[in-house]
């Protein structure tokens, strides 16, 4: 069974940076982050199918996340540049090992999530 495992959130000032990793124990498909603000539901952030390194993003973060994923060590990560209060959220890394046609944005096209990391982002 796939078991993903953040790490890296925290709390940073507007403007600055925190990269997220998130490691997983099995091959996978696609994988994703996605992220819930306190009150809200949750988003897709960014994702990435693990074999093409083709990746997509919320319009949101376009420009400031970077996805990237390392087969050989089964990590993916996510570069947060420029972060916003807004981003504020716990961010929760999901994959999947099924051949959709493409890695979706959508929460219930992932089978495996992991526990969350807080991201907290002061103005």
């Known amino acids: 069974q796939v078991q993903p495992v953040e790490s890296g959130g925290g709390s940073v000032q507007a403007g600055g940076s925190l990269r997220l990793s998130c490691a997983v124990s099995k091959y996978t498909v696609c994988m994703a982050w996605f992220r819930q603000p306190p009150g809200k539901e949750r988003e897709g952030v960014a994702r990435i199918r693990t074999s093409s390194g083709v990746t997509g993003y919320a319009d949101s973060v376009k420009g400031r996340f970077t996805i990237s994923r390392d087969n050989a060590k089964n990590t993916l990560y996510v570069e947060m540049n420029s972060l916003k209060p807004e981003d504020t959220a716990m961010y929760y890394c999901?994959?999947?090992?099924?051949?959709?046609?493409?890695?979706?944005?959508?929460?219930?096209?992932?089978?495996?999530w992991g526990q969350g990391t807080q991201v907290t982002v002061s103005s």
């Open positions: 999901a994959a999947d090992q099924r051949a959709f046609y493409s890695c979706s944005d959508r929460a219930d096209r992932y089978m495996y």
